[in-house]
């Protein structure tokens, strides 16, 4: 029972580059979350998917996509990158409302 | 939009001084808080969470109050520790229409305890 797990672990992009952040969780929980966090600023919600076949924007969702693939799998994906989205990004899950959330370890992304 | 703001941004205690951090709320609908450890280069853990039917809960060494009257909730920590030096992180949600939710964090405590 791994969790939540998140690939790659760490990337370094070239502005105007493209990727996509990965996650799966086996904990079969419907709700599934994307974050960032930056120094001083907390975990910042950019996307999040209450169930299969359904997204819908956070925070600051701005030059990001989604795309939840199945139950287990919920994707991000940067078309272009900038380096103000250098940060770390965390993939949690969680099965309903009211309960805790469980992240992932994490993805350090930097663009220069 | 929902706001959820956290008091201090660093903390400095000796150890086995108490240790308290606030956060208050924006949107009156949350009814769910957690609170969230982070280690330096971990992820973010639950240590404990309050629903709104309740005042308070306690385990161990750490206790959360919350006061929805005046939306603010506080994480409280005694006899700390070296290994409770972390960034500590508060949260609120609630659920939207149609049965979605989404939490909301503070930016975080640094706590630091010294030996």
Same mark, same amino acid.
């Given at each position: *029972?791994? $969790?939540?797990?998140? +690939? ?7 502005? $105007? ?6 996650? !799966? ?6 709700? @599934? ?7 001083? @600023? ?7 998917? !209450?169930?299969?076949? +359904? ?7 701005? $030059?990001? *996509?989604?795309?939840?693939? *199945? ?9 272009? !990158? ?9 993939? !949690? ?11 992932? *370890?994490?993805?350090?992304? +930097?663009?220069? | 939009?929902? &706001? ?5 941004? /660093? =903390?400095?205690?000796?150890?086995? #001084? ?8 924006? #949107? ?11 280690? %330096?280069?971990?992820?973010?853990? =639950?240590?404990? #969470?309050?629903?709104? &039917? ?10 959360? /109050? =919350? &006061? ?6 506080? %994480? ?7 290994? #409770? ?15 979605? &939710?989404? =939490? ?6 640094? %706590?630091?305890?010294?030996?």
């Amino acid at each position: *029972n791994a $969790g939540v797990t998140q +690939t790659p672990k760490f990337q370094v992009l070239k502005t $105007g580059q493209s990727m996509t952040l990965q996650c !799966a969780q086996d904990m079969n929980h419907n709700s @599934m979350y994307w974050y960032r966090q930056d120094p001083g @600023m907390g975990l910042r919600l950019i996307y999040y998917s !209450a169930s299969e076949g +359904t997204t819908d924007k956070g925070e600051v969702p701005n $030059g990001y *996509n989604v795309s939840r693939l *199945n139950k287990r799998e919920f994707s991000l994906r940067l078309e272009s !990158a900038a380096p103000s989205q250098t940060s770390v990004y965390f993939c !949690a899950s969680r099965p309903e409302t009211e309960s805790p959330l469980h992240f992932g *370890n994490g993805t350090r992304l +930097t663009v220069t | 939009g929902e &706001n959820v703001e956290q008091h201090p941004s /660093t =903390l400095s205690v000796q150890e086995g #001084d108490s240790a308290v951090i606030k956060c208050t709320y924006s #949107d009156s609908a949350s009814n769910y808080f957690p609170w969230y450890k982070q280690e %330096l280069g971990k992820r973010p853990q =639950l240590i404990i #969470d309050i629903r709104s &039917n309740v005042g308070e809960k306690k385990d161990q060494r750490i206790a959360v /109050t =919350l &006061n929805k009257t005046a939306k603010h909730f506080s %994480l409280h920590i005694t006899e700390t520790q070296p290994e #409770d030096s972390a960034v500590y992180f508060c949260a609120a949600s609630r659920v939207l229409s149609g049965g979605y &939710n989404k =939490l909301i964090f503070g930016a975080g405590t640094r %706590l630091a305890v010294h030996p």
